[in-house]
């Protein structure tokens, strides 16, 4: 049986993780009290329940009785009642956003307080849980398609999870670098397909454009020094912290060779054991300006 304590940010999903597990045939329980859990885990390893997998939510709402948490999962412990901690992470700014389109109050948030400030005591006053979770997803760039992908590899699929996620994003620099990129690198420096007529309505999708990009000298060795260089890193940001890398590739428009090179990226880390999503964000923008 798989006994999962579902915990986190308010606001980085973790409403929509617990319907994802329920519909996943899990028994779940949201917002149960500190002091109930040994009794309700005393129940749910009972041979005589017949329970498969169980799944329970923890957070900010329990207050006080939060410190208490560690005591309670030191006696499931010493009693043989294994459990697994799924915590959601988020960044500050999504959290505001988020918190700002449903127009929904922090749980620490005054009732003329900030919601910044909500965010930052629950930062203080969840992170010894954080340090002893067993996964953490971070929802800050993720669709719910791709959170609910994650989760269903964990819990259901039973795959193997590195608790980071790498975000390989095409983007074009007459549009503005992406504010949450980690890593930034600009390739303009390879041979730009736009000026070819025929070649200017494809993208870094088509082959046509690849094999343009990709047949001289630089881009090959290029992709071969930064994947090297992003190897180099992934290990390091996770040691400091780090739960999602956002490697941003730019060239002008966003469309050809950047889209190319963060094919390749996506597809050379696709084999390591991290989570890896790829994101073209201005790969069709030129097309709707023209329209205009």
């Not at 049986?1 to 606001?11: E, Y």
């Not at 799924?86 to 009732?111: G, I, Q, W, Y």
Request: aromatic share 10%; with cysteine; proline share 3%.
């Amino acid at each position: 049986m798989r006994f999962v304590i579902v915990t986190g940010m308010s606001g980085a999903g973790k409403t929509t993780a617990m319907k994802t597990l329920e519909d996943a045939g899990y028994f779940c329980v949201d917002n149960l009290p500190i002091q109930l859990i040994k009794r309700f885990a005393e129940i749910a390893y009972d041979e005589q329940i017949q329970v498969d997998n169980v799944a329970i939510s923890v957070d900010i709402r329990s207050g006080r009785a939060l410190s208490q948490l560690n005591a309670c999962l030191n006696y499931m412990k010493e009693n043989g009642y294994q459990y697994e901690i799924l915590f959601m992470e988020c960044s500050d700014e999504k959290l505001v956003k988020r918190f700002k389109e449903t127009r929904r109050n922090h749980p620490l948030s005054a009732k003329n307080g900030r919601i910044i400030d909500g965010i930052k005591k629950e930062r203080e006053l969840i992170g010894f849980i954080k340090d002893e979770a067993d996964y953490i997803i971070d929802t800050t760039n993720l669709l719910v398609r791709e959170f609910k992908s994650e989760l269903d590899k964990i819990f259901v699929q039973n795959m193997e999870y590195g608790n980071f996620i790498i975000t390989i994003m095409s983007f074009g620099f007459k549009y503005g670098i992406p504010r949450d990129s980690d890593i930034v690198q600009d390739v303009r420096f390879l041979p730009n397909p736009y000026y070819d007529e025929e070649l200017r309505p494809l993208t870094g999708n088509d082959k046509v454009i690849q094999d343009y990009v990709m047949n001289c000298k630089e881009g090959p060795e290029f992709l071969d020094k930064f994947i090297d260089l992003v190897q180099f890193l992934i290990p390091n940001y996770i040691k400091e912290g780090k739960n999602q890398l956002v490697i941003s590739i730019g060239c002008t428009g966003g469309k050809h060779r950047s889209v190319t090179i963060a094919n390749e990226v996506y597809s050379r880390l696709q084999k390591s054991t991290y989570t890896v999503r790829i994101y073209h964000r201005d790969i069709g923008k030129d097309a709707v300006v023209k329209k205009l």
